[in-house]
């Protein structure tokens, strides 16, 4: 049986456990990739740490010059996160002829036109179905299986930690900083979790999804992005009373206009897929000219359903595929111009979730309401709760106002004037609703 | 730009689809397939038919000859249903060189390690996406997205006619017969849905996923499949008071003993994603040792979901991933013995659901606790309704048990026994219940 030699560089949580796939399970990539997949190296920075993994003698290194001068190592799985050195390394990597597999979503987000077009002049090929969504094969599903369609919208939960987060604060009612001690002991959460929790990391995937599915290269950065840091509650108690749970949504929608990206705490309908994914999985629902809406949902993140993504690539390149997609695809060609273009925000419709702070007396209501009016964006429901006749009287109470569906340039500028309203006592909460 | 001549044998719904996608779309196809897909001829029997679809001068013809002698011509979709003349046509274009895409599930079911035996001997390829559950790309997920897992269980609502049936059952309390005519006045049920409606389709498309899945050579046929021709909306009503609901599930599961595969109506819990797969959508739940749990869940069939599966396959055949595939997975090879065998049924485990009509008098209850008890099935749930005061005695009356785990085997002892118990005044209903 012919052999591919396989090394790893970076033997942390996710490197170990594609090595426990190499390893242990030998026979099944053998049968899946017609070859054996032999892992010859792994490169480490420090070869006294312990890693839960038991290596053959001789694989071990901690020299990546050892695999850069080894010809029979034909493709890496490069799983060092940040971006340098692993933008360095991945080029070297490449320039010795090495194919590239990775799960580094922020590397590509980054440095993606860069790598990909050194990786096309090398004849190389970069494999990433571990750097979105690790467990859902999302890269696989709109490069190839829907390739008949033109993706029209996509919306998808992309954060594990923000999802966890957020459910654990809905179906306990416990406020956010309760919520993020608890899932850093659970190991849900970095010590340091801004990345996830401030809309970054979505906002990255979405980047890559969007030039996946609409061509549109798209610098992250600019994808508008509210994370769940500042999530109150209160509002997934009303979102409830209102029959919607609140979700981290990275979103795409593709209209005659233009594409509109956006990462934001969203309303999704109770009952619908999107609104059911708990803890720590990951969903996303991409809806086809074609083929419809196509739901799928699996661990975001992990140990070995990452590996599972990155061990599909390592048998898909060491196969061949990797490299007739990446010839064919084009993938973030710095000569291709974007076929899609980010959309100015304030064109898109969507109902709206407002929540704000009003005193209680007459005629506040009526102020508001007068400004959603002039801004031509009609009332669906409102909450008002009565404090209840025993119970002390609430000034300033929450008003909480579900509208039909309005533009986001509409709704922005309704909400400024709202704010300077005299009845409103401080600033207004407002949220996009999903249909 | 390099060009890949298409035929099309059959130019049915799903025909006049492909022919759709490739005619209007042809800047799409070429963009994801890197060169142009060149729809060359359409063989149909009947010039005359009407289709909803013009094609170009030339390319309409009578003549299956014409694209057997064409050598430009390199893929073919073959959309003719049935078994004969479709393999003998199949085999006659691969005799000629060309490619294979097909959506005949029945046809790969029966035939398949003969076609796929004849493809290799050829160096030939055949795609079959379109094949099991239409919008939802799962012969691409388990062959090659997953392919770092051992899949350990596989269930899915594969059948959308059944499921429409199901759900219009659930929602309006309707009988079958009359939900059945619904479902044909709006193109949801064949004029003679038998092959959806007992079990023999899902029992096809098991069979095609369960050899992906598990490496099993399974001959349809021999699935132990009930159907919901005889289901009464009374079960989904009770099934519904224990938090359930009836969906027809094809399901496989393996353990250390084997494979054990089954068609069954069978009680999944409110709230799982395969409850809520509603009318006629498709949905599989597959579960790999690395990456843990994925849903998929999309449009089973229709003119276009198939339609964009079909094409997806004619681009991987173009771009040369689906000869990489077909070399590399040795699908249906006869000569590649089953690595996963068909269990006994009386192994499995699950949870039971049993209705039956009992006398209503005292000891009844008793006696048919005793035989569950013999063979060591636990009662986990009784609902018996009380007429009412005022309410006309009824006798017989409908008992419902929902049991523990019970093995399969105790399962179907135990109903023969209560079958015979003089309180019992006919045949019990049992079904299984997933978690």
Redesign the interface.
Known sequence: MEKTNVAIVGLGTVGA?VAR?LLD?GD??A????RTMWLKKAVVRDKSKTRGIELPAGVLTTSLQEVIDDPEISVVAQLIGGLEPARSIMLKLMESGKDIVTANKALLAEHGPELFTRARQLGRSIAF?AAVAG???II??I????????IQSLEGILNGTSNFIVTQMDEHGASYDEVVREAQRLGYAEADPTMDVDGTDAAQKLAILAHLAF?ATVDWSEIPRVGIDGLDPDDLQYAKELGYRIKLLASANLSDDGLELSVAPTLVPI?T?LA?VRDAFNAIRVA????????????GA?Q??T??????DL??TA???TR??F????YFSIDQPPRALLREADSLRCRYYFRLPVANHPGTLASIATVLAKHNISIASVIQHDSGPGAPQRDPVPLVIMTHEASEGAASEATREIEMLDAVTGPVIRLRVEE
Chains 1, 2 share one sequence.
């Not at 196509?294 to 661990?299: E, K, P, Q």
């Not at 010839?327 to 084009?330: F, K, S, V, W």
Request: glycine share 16%; net charge negative; proline share 7%.
């Open positions: 456990g796939l399970h099944r990539t049968r899946h990739a017609g179905e467990g859902i094969p696989a599903n490069s190839q299986c829907l390739s008949a369609n033109q061509g009952g897929p059911e086809g000219d074609a083929v419809g809406p196509v739901f799928y949902h699996g661990l992990g070995m359903p590996a599972s993504a990155v061990v599909a048998i898909d196969v061949g595929r007739l997609t010839q064919t695809l084009e």
